[in-house]
């Protein structure tokens, strides 16, 4: 793959690899610019071209998104008035007109009170609290938060200092350029021949985001020129590549190489990592090891009776094997989770026959746009005015912080087991409305492909009716009976129906909740991690776990969002964390910290009641968010402010063990 060059240039005063100088002159008519304002998102149109002329008097009170809470899909506009609308129209015309005309190419660095004038009006009123949290995303801001602002020369005094970060996926990527940035040595290894973790490993037919594009991306990477509306497999891949090469991380990566041990040493205060790579066995010293290896690595593949006899071809979602070639086989789906809701309709069409194995059906919100390209405009936008697709992007962000987390608070005393409470209700209404008309010519199928869960109680899909549509093909059916075993040809289901296949897809999910397994872990007293969790896994933040210093572990246990939020922030917000402990260990010149049971005790409390609260804790809900002893370990419940105070504003003398 070509990684093309860096557009612009990347000043030391801009905390993001795809910062520009220059955009595109525009030379369009009134017409196309007309037409342009006419499609275009209106509350981050305004604010990139306040920004970008200097004109604040724009920014009408009138004009000013609301927001109003999403129960399904967020109201176009910010929940603008048509009549605001119009209006937005014609004032954004005139500054586009003005940017055209004055050849406003450059993007222009805003001062404290323009930032605040210009998030004020983006967010319709945000607290300090979470405007100051909103300047971590923004690079025109005074004050960029997140980049360390220290250095290792600054502060090691010429002592000997090395981090291990396992894993070059997503949460690798944001280790590796904040200690790339703070000049702490580091090497990272990485199991797979190249960077990207996940979508470096799932390459199965039809992957791609179930987010929009632009709310999966990082602060200090905030690429503007998205084929995809929902980015492909294969783009996340290329952006992953590109950061990469952007920021000169390749240099620091040991590729095709497993870490399988970890042991702390007290007397020295570092880690013992021991990495296999082609059969041979190394051991190297760190003083701090950063975990990056996701939870969603490990395939989970159900070990039903007689599956070693089925003579046909086996391929989990995210092991799949392009040497298969299914276009005339009989074909099994068992799942129907987020990757089998993208295989099924990619592969319907070549397939003889298509079965899909169904423990319950998913919940999906209406996405008309899903398979679809970035909207003309919007691309456009992206290329002819300053920065605005980074406004975009932060509106996104902004909006994504509350997103329907509304929804899915349970209700005291609600007695229902398919909704929580009555806005739950009302969301199941409306999307079962929208699943009623997809399936309106087989109605005696809408008990199967209805769920019997809350909504949000599990991850919401992406809705642009192909699933319904692949499901109906006449080569297609939905199993409901549970499966009982495999013969050489085929699987048998509780019911004593016998199906026969060609080839098993296992669209299963992963081993989430298994963190950091299969590396030993072994801490402080020599207990390995997976003794001390015995199965249910507690981390401060999902970062830190007492006994095991300066072992900081991202997107470790409680650390995903649902109905809101954005990974990328919690995962840079976990990266952060661990960059500022690291600083507190070489300022201090100690070997370490590691979280006291205490603290861990208290943040862990506080998770677990208000999990208890949502529709994913509620106790007739199955999930993987639940791990073997029904404790919901993957989910945090609170908002982008709360995960970034905790991971920010942080006492490390009260609640963390100092390793002299």
């Known amino acids: 793959m070509t990684i093309p060059e860096a557009i612009g240039t990347l000043t030391g005063a801009v905390d993001d690899v795809y910062w520009r100088d220059e955009y595109h002159p525009i030379t369009e008519g009134d017409a196309f610019l007309q037409r342009i304002v006419n499609e275009a998102d209106l509350p ?12 604040f008097q724009m920014l009408r009170p009138g004009l000013r998104p609301s927001f109003p809470p999403a129960d399904v899909v967020p109201a176009p506009h910010g929940g603008l008035s048509v009549e605001a609308q119009a209006e937005a129209r014609d004032v954004a015309l005139t500054a586009l ?5 004055d050849r406003l190419t450059t993007p222009r660095r805003l001062d404290a009170a323009e930032t605040r004038i210009l998030l004020d009006f983006l967010t319709n009123g945000a607290s300090d609290a979470d405007t100051e949290l909103l300047t971590h995303e923004l690079d025109l801001a005074p004050k960029k938060l997140g980049a360390p602002d220290w250095t290792f020369e600054e502060v090691s005094q010429g002592r000997e200092f090395k981090v291990a970060v396992i894993g070059t996926g997503m949460s690798g990527i944001a280790a590796m350029y904040r200690l790339s940035q703070a000049g702490v040595p580091f090497t990272a290894f990485e199991k797979n021949p190249d960077v990207g973790g996940v979508w470096w490993a799932n390459t199965y037919p039809g992957v791609r985001l179930d987010t929009p594009t632009f709310a999966y991306s990082y602060s200090f990477a905030q690429r503007a020129d998205w084929p995809s509306a929902y980015a492909r497999g294969e783009e996340i891949e290329e952006y992953a590549l590109e950061i990469v090469e952007r920021a000169g991380l390749r240099k ?5 190489t497993e870490v399988t041990a970890l042991t702390w040493d007290e007397e020295r205060g570092d880690w013992e990592v021991v990495t296999r790579s082609g059969g041979t ?9 950063i975990s990056a290896v996701g939870q969603l690595e ?7 009776p007689g599956r070693g006899d089925f003579r046909g071809a086996q391929m989990h979602s995210a092991r799949w094997d392009h040497g298969v070639d299914l276009a005339g086989k009989r074909v099994a789906v068992i799942g129907t989770g987020a990757s089998a809701y993208q295989i099924v309709p990619a592969i319907v069409d070549r397939v003889a026959q298509l079965t899909v194995f169904q423990r319950s059906g998913p919940w999906m919100v209406p996405a008309p746009n899903y398979h679809d390209a970035t909207p003309s405009a919007l691309s456009w936008l992206c290329e002819h005015v300053p920065y605005y697709g980074q406004w975009f992007r932060l ?3 902004f909006q994504s912080a509350t997103g329907r987390a509304h929804t899915v608070v349970a209700a005291a005393g609600w007695d229902r087991e398919d909704s929580v409470s009555p806005v739950n209700l009302k969301v199941r209404q409306i999307l079962t409305d929208v699943i009623s008309e997809q399936w309106k010519d087989h109605p005696e199928l809408l008990a199967t492909v209805v769920p019997n869960y809350p909504p949000g109680a599990k991850r919401m899909l992406r809705d642009n009716g192909v699933w319904a549509e692949a499901l109906q093909r006449p080569h297609a059916r939905i199993v409901t009976s549970g499966i009982d075993h495999f013969t050489e040809d085929g699987i048998t ?5 016998f199906h026969e296949f060609d080839a098993v897809i296992y669209a299963t999910g992963f081993l989430a909740s298994d963190f950091l397994d299969p590396i030993e872990v072994r801490g402080a007293t020599g207990q390995t991690l997976k003794e001390h969790w015995q199965g249910d896994a507690r981390a401060w933040g999902g970062i830190s776990v007492p006994g095991y210093p300066n072992l900081f572990i991202v997107m470790g246990p409680n650390t995903n969002y649902v109905v809101h939020g954005s990974q990328h922030f919690m995962m840079e917000c976990g ?6 402990a690291i600083h507190q260990t070489l300022l201090r010149g100690v070997k370490g910290f590691d979280v006291k049971q205490s603290a861990l005790e208290d943040i862990t409390g506080k998770v677990d009641a208000a999990n208890a609260t949502r529709a994913w804790g509620q106790p007739q809900v199955r999930s993987w968010y639940k791990n073997r002893h029904g404790r919901v370990s993957q989910i945090w419940p609170f908002s982008h402010l709360e995960y970034w105070r905790l991971t920010h504003e942080v006492d490390f003398d009260r609640d963390f063990t100092v390793r002299h």
């Open 281 to 289: 066995d190394t051991v190297q010293r760190f003083n701090a090891v």
């Open 575 to 580: 990266v952060e964390f661990a960059v500022e």
């Open 395 to 397: 509106s996104g962000f």
């Open 252 to 256: 620091h990566v040991v590729f095709g």
């Open 493 to 497: 289901t509780a019911d004593g129906d």
């Open 97 to 101: 007109k003005r940017v055209r005309d």
């Open 298 to 304: 490990r395939p989970n593949i159900p070990e039903y």
């Open 44 to 55: 981050s149109l305004l604010v990139a071209l306040a920004a970008v002329t200097g004109d």
